[in-house]
């Protein structure tokens, strides 16, 4: 885990023993509280937040920006950070996640903007072009644009700011527009307010997500857990009726 101070809060030995079992206990039985956070690999990237409760995740709506059928029972709740390099492979996961479970409406992803600005002061402006991408070309051009910036970044803060234009031009974005949307601001506090609601539910890194049931349970699902775990937890919620 990379931290603001670069240390683990923790001992290493005691937070991945912690953590095995936070996971276990989401998989296995369900239980909604603190946070999991996978092994090392998967552990997120480190914000100041350290609780919070998911019944305080804001609803989901047609506001937000969703990728799949949005009745669909299952949805994942999503809280990503474009330079966070654990986002980055969690987003391939994802995107795995939707052609084995998106297809045929089972699960849905919902993303949300959780730039960590003291590890990242890049990443709150490669928020808000996403969100220029998705005003200015809907849904589609919203996940097109999340997606190959997702591919081209090399992440901890090293992708060019040009490659924000480049970015648009692939898509097939109005340019003039997309850079004046850019410079802005006009997202700063629908960006915000995601932060906000992240941190709200104990999101403490990213990725954060939430898993949401058709009855409206809640499972937490923290770090860039690997695609097998994912599916057994989708596979928990969807006994959920």
Known sequence: METESKKFSLSTPVAIVIA???VAVALFFGMRGTPSTGSLPQQPQAAAQQTG???QMRAITSADHIRGDTNAPVKIVEYSDPECPFCKRFHDTMKQIMDEYGKDGKVAWVYRNFPLDQLHPKARNEATAIECAGELGGNDKFWAYADRLYEVTPSNNGLDPMELHNIAQYVGL???KFNTCLTSNKFSQHIEDDVQNATATG???TPWSIVVTKSGKKYPLSGAQPYEAVKQLIELALKDK
């Open 53 to 55: 409760d998911l019944e």
């Open 174 to 176: 109005d340019m003039t």
């Open 203 to 205: 999101g403490n890194g």
């Open 20 to 22: 095995g079992a936070f």
